[in-house]
């Protein structure tokens, strides 16, 4: 069983800053690690992705496009969002999500392709 554990979250003004980071309980030689969020009232969305094997990418929903950056950390096992000039629009429970494989593009955005996920952490922007 594999666990993913999410930290970072917290309250902050808009413009600011957060990274979240989520770190699995072992390694994959490859892997597709998503971000996602729900906030009150919507459905869950993909915010990032990135997938690792023998290469590595990177993709982003439009929402989080120019203000947030996905990495990795593997010798951590450690998916890390640091999101920049957060939004009031950006207030959810963001969620880090595992596909032990390097998922094929048309699969990322699915989220039934993920097989483990964290607990959640809770991201408020206020002012």
């Known amino acids: 069983q594999v666990q993913l554990i999410e930290s970072g979250g917290g309250s902050v003004q808009p413009g600011g800053s957060l990274r979240l980071s989520c770190q699995a309980s072992r390694a994959f030689s490859s892997y597709t690690m998503g971000w996602l969020r729900q906030a009150p009232g919507k459905e869950r969305e993909f915010v990032a992705v990135?997938?690792?094997?023998?290469?590595?990418?990177?993709y982003y929903a439009d929402s989080g496009k120019g203000r947030f950056t996905i990495s990795r950390d593997n010798a951590k096992n450690a998916v890390y969002l640091q999101m920049d000039r957060l939004k009031p629009d950006d207030t959810a429970v963001y969620y880090c999500?595992?596909?032990?494989?390097?998922?094929?593009?048309?699969?990322?955005?699915?989220?039934?392709?993920?097989?483990?996920w964290g607990q959640g952490t809770q991201v408020t922007v206020s002012s």
């Open positions: 999500a595992l596909a032990p494989s390097r998922l094929i593009i048309s699969s990322v955005w699915g989220g039934q392709n993920y097989e483990y």
């Open positions: 990135f997938r690792w094997g023998r290469s590595s990418n990177t």
